[in-house]
């Protein structure tokens, strides 16, 4: 396993090209990018859309989907998230 | 919470090559639409996938028209809008077409050969919303032996790649590949490190309209084609990080054939510059197509309900090998333009497929292209390029 590369003080960030919107004909937030479409589930969705509205740290973006969520436990399922985001090269960090 | 189950969609890019776009679980929408505003083209380059009729092709659809063919497309479903033609910088309301596209929710990708583009336009297209250019760079060996040697369309390339950059775009570059200029992929691509390409795609010809009437000169052989790939993978290797090169090997030298427009009438939509519809670029030239015009019907009607759209669909038109193969679900049977050009009959598996029973004329294409690259220079047939005048005489009045 290489380094994990978003830490809790990390801001991800939408990689060049890509675009996060809500596609009503899919029924599902989407990203788009050159020539292409990535279809997200409502769990990756949640979190693309916060990434996308404002730059924020991982742990604000944790408290954020905390509250939303009634204080679940998302802190694994995040980070993971965010490194299988960044190697699909989805999202940088900054 | 689940983490991402995504589905990815790559679509084909100016050239006609159909990449891996999987999206069988949900209804057939046209994901894809492909606005080829116009034939006009300051270039004549003899690879053209154009129709060789385009000269006949007076009246392009106006500004209110494609903005209504965008508009029924993107309530359809489409997210993904390209800006082909000919030359789409040739249409000077083209930011306004950009604008319109984009405040619809478009993900907007301009495919251009780069001519006439400077600061000022690319600017004036980032602040209509133009998420996307790829820049097709015509690389006859005459051109590419001006662009190496440094002479001013070199100049303007470098700059054109700065303003690209400068405004926050990857700089993409497709080159179209054959023959006559395969040998050299290196200086290609040292053009590219050069121009801080960021992708490069190293297209290869696919023989439709101008290409094909152009074949037997085009036609790469494999000695070069093993050469070219051997110093793609080169460059691949050393620009990890920094230049993503992409490689294909032509279909003609293929043992299956590419999954065309993933599939007839599945995710893809060609508007030519006269508002005809079609399933892909090539299929106006297929027999028996009532070529239904977007002035004259919606999307909607067009997408659902025309003969043409639904032609192909599915597996039923199917003849044998494809029918009973187990493979048709991951290539359709190829591409239908190419079974009907080569074999007469567009039900017929795509002659690509060693399992096709015309399998042969694949073979001896290549080898008319081998016969003609190995006559004195002198014998040779001239190429043929796409301009108005050899368009008018090709396909008569």
């Known amino acids: 396993m290489s380094e994990a590369i978003f830490k809790a003080d990390s801001v991800p960030v939408l990689a060049q090209g890509y675009r996060f919107q809500w596609e009503p004909a899919q029924d599902c937030n989407v990203l788009l990018y050159p020539e292409g479409m990535v279809k997200l589930n409502p769990a990756a969705g949640e979190i693309l859309k916060r990434i996308n509205d404002k730059k924020q740290t991982v742990a604000e973006l944790i408290a954020e989907l905390k509250v939303a969520f009634n204080g679940a436990d998302l802190d694994d399922d995040v980070y993971q998230f965010l490194e299988e985001a960044h190697d699909n090269s989805w999202i940088r960090a900054e | ?397």
């Open chain 2, 1 to 397: 919470m689940t983490t991402a189950g995504s589905e990815q969609n790559k679509a084909p890019g100016s050239i006609g090559g159909a990449t891996g776009m999987n999206v069988r679980d949900q209804i057939r929408q046209p994901l894809w639409l492909l606005a080829e505003l116009t034939y006009s083209c300051p270039l004549q380059c003899p690879y053209c996938s154009n129709p060789m009729d385009f000269a006949k092709v007076k009246k392009e659809l106006s500004t209110e028209e494609w903005i209504s063919v965008f508009k029924q497309a993107r309530e359809m479903g489409a997210t993904q809008l390209g800006f082909s033609g000919g030359e789409p910088m040739t249409r000077p309301d083209l930011v306004e077409l950009i604008k319109a596209a984009r405040d619809l929710g478009f993900y907007t990708n301009l495919i251009t050969s780069g001519v006439g583009l400077d600061s000022t336009k690319v600017a004036e297209f980032k602040e209509a919303g133009l998420d996307h250019i790829q820049v097709s760079f015509q690389a006859s060996s005459e051109d590419l032996n001006n662009l190496i040697a440094g002479t001013d369309a070199f100049k303007h390339k470098i700059e054109m790649a700065k303003a690209v950059k400068a405004n926050g775009y990857p700089m993409v570059l497709c080159f179209v590949t054959h023959r006559q200029n395969i040998d050299q992929i290196d200086e290609i691509l040292d053009l590219c490190i050069e121009l801080e390409a960021d992708y490069v795609e190293l297209a290869t010809t696919q023989y439709y309209g101008w290409a094909m009437h152009n074949r037997d000169q085009l036609m790469p052989m494999k000695e070069q084609l093993n050469r070219a790939e051997a110093i793609a993978h080169r460059y691949q290797e050393e620009q990890k990080g920094k230049m993503k090169v992409y490689y294909v090997v032509p279909d003609y030298y293929e043992e299956r054939p590419k999954a065309c427009m993933n599939g007839w009438g599945n995710i893809f939509l060609t508007v030519t510059p006269d508002g005809t519809a079609l399933p892909c670029h090539a299929a106006r030239e297929l027999p028996g197509m009532s070529l239904p015009n977007v002035k004259d019907m919606s999307v909607r009607e067009i997408w659902e309900g025309s003969d043409d759209f639904n032609m192909f669909r599915g597996f039923e038109w199917m003849t044998e090998p494809c029918r009973s193969c187990d493979e048709k679900e991951k290539d359709f049977g190829g591409c239908r333009c190419q079974a009907f050009m080569l074999t007469g009959d567009a039900t017929n598996a795509d002659p690509v497929c060693s399992k096709s029973p015309h399998h042969h004329l694949i073979e001896e294409a290549v080898e008319a292209g081998r016969l003609e690259s190995e006559k004195p220079v002198i014998e040779q047939k001239p190429l043929v390029f796409r301009n108005p005048k050899n368009s008018k005489q090709i396909a008569g009045k």
